[in-house]
């Protein structure tokens, strides 16, 4: 997976009441980090969470319950 080409790519989380979108902003494959702008009910925050790899998949935890977020499954938004 190339992951410079993952810069700003958007995806829409539902936290069971609300949807919340996020955007990467930086994949440090060092450091094992992703930084993820987060945009909850109008106020936009930029949060790092440990990246893991699982199965080949680059993945970090998020919520309450710690879901399973795949990089992989961000997209680009449409235009």
Excluded: Q
């Amino acid at each position: 997976m190339e992951l410079k080409r993952l810069y700003l790519s958007e995806f829409k989380y539902h936290d069971g009441e609300k949807d919340i979108t996020m955007n990467i902003v930086d994949i440090c494959t060092v450091k094992n980090e992703i930084a993820v702008a987060i945009t909850d009910e109008g106020k936009i925050s930029v949060r790092s969470f440990d990246l893991k790899i699982e199965d080949g998949r680059f993945f970090f935890e998020y919520g309450r319950m710690l879901d399973m977020i795949a990089v992989d499954d961000f997209e680009h938004p449409e235009n």
